[in-house]
């Protein structure tokens, strides 16, 4: 009777959600990303993973004549965080583009070229 009900609720979340049964109960289906998710995740928690997705790809990418795509990348990377660091407040003049380049600097590598 109670792999009934479970069977049912997991059916009923995933015709509600479009999502898998297993992707509802674990409340998103990012893995470790963050997401849409992170605005309940602190600034030092986000700048870590953050950290750590950029070391990883430039683990990858690498390569010489490579940095200015690297450099981009870690701008849009800044980007995308600023704008999911404004979206959590309707208070969004505090965080600016000088306080932003703040975080940046403490939390995300600058690239580097790794590989010969």
């Known amino acids: 009777m109670v792999v009934m009900a479970q069977a049912m609720t997991s059916s009923s979340a995933s015709a509600k959600t479009g999502r898998s049964a297993s992707v509802a109960q674990a409340g998103g289906g990012g893995g470790d990303c963050p997401g849409r998710d992170a605005a309940g995740i602190s600034i030092p928690d986000q700048g870590r993973w953050l950290a750590s997705a950029l070391r990883g790809h430039y683990n990858y990418y690498a390569v010489p004549d490579n940095g200015a795509s ?7 990377v800044t980007r995308h965080w600023l704008r999911a660091l404004r979206r959590r407040s309707q208070r ?4 600016n583009w000088k306080r932003m380049d703040r975080l940046a600097d ?9 590989h010969p």
């Open 92 to 95: 969004t003049r505090r965080l």
């Open 70 to 76: 690297l450099r981009g990348f870690r701008w849009r």
């Open 106 to 114: 403490r939390w995300l590598p600058q690239p580097r070229i790794l």
